[in-house]
């Protein structure tokens, strides 16, 4: 009898880089005591008047599967919440989609646009899903690099110059993560004229839309011409601080939200009903949690930026999201190295940045959405880490 | 009041001790201009103190009863009910007094150390005034929330895994 085994997985999947991200978690929690800078959610419980509506629906008997794009009411809310803060119209019939998290969201429309082959323009630093969700979605990404000089923005050059015959899509996502850099509607409009030339599609992930602190957010689909080229993605779990309902959404031309609502139908059926309830009651009530949370990012922020400069270290102000992305070239260590070795010297995790790209290499990335004690206590064994350094 | 003011006094309400030279950071404002925001605030009467929210029942040592009181009263010509509610407010033991709207008039909470203390209180000084007409006690048996504080033992903190994209 053969006893020999053949692999039974899929080249795909072996060829799949696992996540850098997973190899610091299993280090950071290993050890006591550490104060992580490493989470990319907020610190904040779900306002409570959500998770009540959730209770409530369950109570109601509401347990059984929604329509599969979601809930009507859902659709019809996420699309007066887009109309009344960025000013994008969409169609709830059959323009809304209600995902399990923005990030199948993302699977979807890559799985509804791309031939074998065709590529994507993936802005990097950025969220570790996109290049391996272009991948399986069966097409190619090819990166752009940005620069802290240009504060992690990307220039309308770059994409003109990686794009080929065969590029379909291009990954926007602003505010960033890991960077937290907010696109400007100047630099938008700019972006969309080399979209519009090319014949395009834009697949924008704004999941950080509602936490900008400066300038006010500009959705991608808002810039003129561009809603028949724009896939916009976003859901509850940044905002709304509710991460583990996963919940998202995603809205965009029609005959897209239907093949997206499609391959949704055949894989997931729909997204959790009793975490649409509690959406619901996030749209219809939840703006006062939204912006007492968003001030407080936003002193965190300034906080962490000052401090960082207090230590000597170089850090771009970050117009959204509750990410900073310092430099810590300075050091001489890698990324790598110095998120390791400040972990076990001083007990603080962050996100080592070359995670999120090779562009991010000697950067690090810290989450600002942590109590402001732990926050100061981090700074303080920052800046003795960074002193012994150099 | 300067938007600056009022996210310091927030600030501040949240937490006293919240250490200046990190205010002053998170609302981008010079160190010695927070200091200056705070001596303003202080002098004007916006801060009228810095207090701290005790969970007594975790202390062994300490015993002592918490009442609030519903209080009927007549309003006295020109004064209304200031008069009167000055005259409840100004005993030590009196902790807090609201003139509420509804079926009754004031509001008060007083602490003492034992129930029968707070009834002698209550049959021998507020409601011998002459302005109360009646009064109802209410003895409060167990805290949940104080002044936005939830006295929870149970909570174990943060509940998000340490590294997440």
New interface residues.
């Given amino acids: 009898m053969n006893t020999q085994q053949r692999s039974y997985l899929s080249e795909t999947a072996e060829q799949i880089k696992p996540s850098g991200i997973r190899r610091f978690f299993d280090l950071a929690t290993q050890m006591d005591n550490v104060i992580s800078l490493g989470v990319g959610e907020p610190d904040f419980i779900t306002p409570w008047n959500v998770i009540e509506a959730s209770f409530h629906s369950l109570e109601q008997g509401y347990t059984a599967y929604t329509a599969n794009a979601g809930l009507l009411e859902l659709r019809q809310e996420i699309s007066k919440y887009l109309r009344n803060n960025y000013e994008v119209e969409y169609n709830p019939e059959n323009q809304v989609i209600v995902t399990v998290g923005a990030s199948q969201a993302i699977d979807l429309a890559l799985r509804a646009v791309l031939n074998p082959g065709e590529e994507v323009i993936v802005i990097e630093p950025c969220f570790v899903s996109y290049a391996p969700a272009v991948t399986l979605a069966g097409g190619k990404p090819v990166i752009v690099h940005t620069s802290a000089e240009d504060d992690f923005k990307v220039q309308p050059e770059q994409i003109e110059a990686a794009i080929t015959s065969k590029t379909k899509a291009v990954i926007v996502c602003s505010p960033n993560n890991p960077t937290g850099t907010l696109l400007a509607k100047e630099e938008l409009i700019k972006i969309a004229t080399v979209i519009e030339k090319h014949d395009l599609l834009v697949i924008s992930d704004e999941i950080y839309a509602e936490l900008t602190y400066d300038e006010a957010f500009t959705s991608f689909s808002a810039i003129e011409g561009m809603m028949k080229r724009t896939i916009l993605i976003s859901g509850f779990s940044k905002a709304f601080a509710m991460t583990g309902w996963r919940l998202g959404y995603a809205v965009g031309p029609k005959e897209i939200i239907a093949a997206m609502t499609k391959i949704h139908q055949y894989t997931i059926m729909c997204a959790p009903t009793m975490a649409q309830h509690g959406a619901l009651e996030a749209l219809r009530n939840g703006n006062t949690s939204v912006q007492e949370m968003k001030t407080s990012y936003r002193q965190r922020r300034n906080f962490v930026v000052k401090a960082l400069k207090d230590i000597g270290i170089s850090c771009h102000l970050p117009g959204g999201a509750f990410y900073v992305f310092p430099s810590i070239k300075k050091t001489g260590l890698t990324s790598e190295k110095f998120a390791e070795e400040l972990l076990k010297k001083e007990k603080v995790a962050v996100v080592p940045g070359n995670v999120f790209g090779e562009s991010g290499e000697g950067y690090i990335r810290c989450s600002y959405a942590t109590s402001l004690k732990q926050l100061d206590e981090s700074m303080k064994r920052i800046d003795r880490f960074i002193h012994e350094q150099v | 009041m300067e938007k600056k003011e009022l ?1 310091l006094l927030k ?1 501040l309400e949240g937490n006293a001790r ?2 200046t030279k ?1 205010i002053a ?4 404002v010079s160190l010695e201009d927070t200091k200056k925001m705070i001596t303003k605030l202080e002098t004007e009467g916006a801060i009228l103190g810095y207090s701290t929210v005790v969970n007594w029942s975790k202390v062994l040592e300490y015993e002592g009863v918490t009442a609030m009181i519903d209080v009927k009263v007549t309003p006295s010509r020109g004064v209304g009910f200031d008069k009167v509610a000055e005259r409840i407010y100004r005993y030590p033991e009196v902790k807090a007094v609201y003139l509420m709207s509804g079926a009754y008039d004031l509001s008060i909470s007083v602490e003492g150390k034992t129930m029968m203390e707070i009834s002698r209180f209550v049959s021998d000084k507020l409601s011998t005034l002459d302005t109360v007409i009646s009064t109802t006690t209410h003895f409060v048996l167990k805290k949940y929330k104080h002044d936005g504080v939830i006295f929870d033992d149970n909570d174990d903190g ?1 509940k ?6």
């Fill in positions: 996210e600030l919240l250490e990190n950071k998170m609302i981008d943060d998000r895994i340490m590294v997440t994209p």
